[in-house]
């Protein structure tokens, strides 16, 4: 897909935005496990967490195009923790947009949008993520306030967000007795815990304790016992954005790979005048162009027809299509710098440990092909 003249100037906005606010500091905030959070605060003068969202809240309404654009130059940067915490709002507030009274909404998304707040969403439990149906946690009704018992886990921007969108049970078990609500980070009970992590280090990640945590009524996002549409709806646009990122990261490691096999010699020959060197870059790139394709044609059915069931199926197939494809890149570009690729401080070690994450959290690669067959209808791929 080419950008329009409008788009390619709102990259290269972005892309110095990176070079000059994230790279020189990124490894530093890595080894540190977060982010100073005024990054929210410049990412938002940028208009980077407005996009997509409604201009009555602070937010600048546009295609998933632009959306994509932002993901891949943030990606860029080469660390999927900064991406996912600084653009956790994109899975904290959608529902709140779609579904939320009027009046939550203007409480809650205009200081996220304006970088001076953090939204989280929590769905995931210790008893199990893939299965959001049987979650445990509980909100019951007494008077005004639902009080919130339960846990709650893996939760980026768990720790700092002061908007959490929670999905309790107020009714029956199974996915029909499920809601949302959007829970203060200050609220008493709430009790928050930082997680130690195989990658995406500096995002906060963590675990929630709510311990008859009481929140306003008029926090519920839509009519009770309706999240659980709501939470799939998210889903989408979640995997999607995640997609972008793994196609870039991809790309990260093939360029990385490749300028180290023009430098590096060995036998008297730089690495990429040996053919079985040659033939890993272009695995590489084979895979990486087949995702790219994927995505830009998902991403415009998306656009055209979000609720498509082909389209819901293939948005869960790229997914595991984009993710094993940086699996399949960071895994070469590693082997192809050798010791250097072990070592902390190159693009390819990073991602190379970030990898599982993109392919476990949003819906883990069965969870996706479970999904996808089932929008499809039985026997009908
Ligand atoms: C760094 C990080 C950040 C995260 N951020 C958030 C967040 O912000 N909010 C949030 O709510 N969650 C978040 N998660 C949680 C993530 O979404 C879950 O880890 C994911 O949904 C899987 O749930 P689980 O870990 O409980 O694994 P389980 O559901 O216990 O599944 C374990 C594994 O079993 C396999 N599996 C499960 N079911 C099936 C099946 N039916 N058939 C075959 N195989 C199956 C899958 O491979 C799966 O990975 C995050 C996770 C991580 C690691």
Redesign the pocket.
Known sequence: MTDTPEQADFRASVRLFVQREIAPHLNAWEEAGSFPRDLYKKASALGLLQLGYPEALGGTLCSWEWRLIATQEIANAGSGGLM?SLF?HN?GLPPVVAHGSAELQQRVVPPVLAGDQIA??????PG????VARLHTTARLEGNHYVIDGE???????LRADWITV?VRTGNPGAAGISLIVVPGNSPGLTRTPLQ?MG?WC?D?AQLHFDSVRVPLANRVGNENSGFRFIMNNFNGERLLMSAGAVSFAQLCLDEATEWAHQRKTFGQSLVEHQAIRHRLMDMRTQLIASRALLHDVAARFEAAPQDPHTVADLCLLKNHATSTMQHCADHAVHILGGMGYMRGTKSERIYREVK?MQ????????MK?LAWRQLGAGAP
């Open positions: 996912a956790s899975i989280a969403l929590a769905i995931t439990e199990g993520g893939s299965d709650k886990t893996f939760i980026t921007s768990g999905a992590k995406w995002s990640t994450v476990i959290g949003g819906g883990a690669t069965e969870i479970e």
